[in-house]
């Protein structure tokens, strides 16, 4: 069965001449970079829904780095402890510009990947550099996707309902949840509040789950160069948070370096539908 349904009647979709179609003419077309949007105007709050370009730029870039690689690699091996052999399907929500979704692909080829997020910019830089990932905008709220349709959710750092990733797992399904753990960026946010706060670590297990898992990742990441500081910042909400003395500050600086740690947290659908 086709993974996809449609946003407007909720009929499955299916891919006709790089159309998705529901039977009652309901059709997206896959655009020139690959992707489909599924999200309707009025499922839209701002015009500009999501990460915006320059976020979604600096994002790829400081990625492309290699800083946060520690996450990626945890996840692939996790999921290797669940599917070693098996064909399995992944949904990545709030995939931003595809970088994760993109590593635990190329790390377990019998991953069928597909990415959704609600930023147009992040899904057409997504689509543009990973051609074998299947990627939508829409959003992670009201996903365009059947019931009981995916083996695996991922959330990392994204937004999103529980009920809703309920929704769309198959029974005894995956849901991988990444959070910021307590000291995430530490070493940034001396930089730009005068008393600094941790992260709340805090996740309950949501209804309809239980947890088989958890992992904290700890580490220290040694930025030596101006363009990935601002990068990083970027790629952060505190960016606009900061003051105009503070961004100069920071524009100034040619060396960071600062803790990074993530948890992860691994649900399996336990009841019903
Ligand atoms: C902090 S970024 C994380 C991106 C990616 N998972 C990563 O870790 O690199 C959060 C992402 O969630 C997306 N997002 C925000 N609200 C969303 C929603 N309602 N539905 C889907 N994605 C959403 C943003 O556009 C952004 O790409
Ligand atoms: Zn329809």
New binding site residues.
């Given amino acids: 069965m086709s993974l996809y349904k449609c946003p407007v009647c909720d009929e499955t979709l299916e891919l006709l001449q790089r159309s998705w179609r529901c039977v009652n003419n309901h059709h997206f077309d896959i655009a020139r970079e690959g992707y489909v949007n599924l999200l309707l105007a009025h499922q839209k709050k701002s015009k500009q829904?999501?990460?915006n370009k320059m976020m979604?730029q600096s994002?790829r870039q400081f990625?492309n780095h290699h800083y946060y690689d520690t996450l990626p690699e945890k996840l692939s091996t996790l999921l290797k402890v669940y599917f070693s052999t098996d064909t399995f399907s992944l949904l990545?929500?709030?995939?931003?510009?595809g970088?994760?979704s993109d590593f635990i692909q190329k790390n377990l080829p019998e991953c069928l990947m597909w990415g959704?997020?609600?930023?147009k910019p992040?899904i057409i830089a997504a689509a543009k550099r990973y051609p074998n990932i299947s990627f939508s905008v829409?959003?992670?709220?009201r996903l365009p996707v059947n019931d009981q349709a995916v083996d695996v959710v991922t959330k990392?750092?994204?937004?999103?309902e529980s009920n809703e990733i309920f929704r769309v797992l198959k029974p005894n399904g995956l849901y991988i949840s990444?959070t910021p753990g307590k000291s995430h960026l530490f070493g940034l946010k001396k930089l730009i509040y005068d008393t600094p706060k941790e992260h709340d670590e805090a996740e309950s297990v949501p209804v309809g789950f239980e947890r088989l898992d958890q992992a904290v990742l700890c580490d220290t990441i040694e930025i030596d160069n101006n363009q990935d500081i601002a990068n990083l910042l970027a790629?952060t909400p505190y960016f606009w948070q900061l003051s105009e003395s503070r961004h100069q500050e920071i524009a100034a600086l040619t060396a960071l370096n600062t803790e990074i740690s993530f948890i992860i947290n691994i649900y399996r659908k336990t009841s019903g539908v």
């Fill in positions: 829904a999501g990460d979604i994002r990625l990545d929500i709030g995939c931003g510009e970088y994760y959704v997020d609600i930023s992040a829409a959003s992670s709220y990392i750092y994204a937004p999103a990444v790629m």
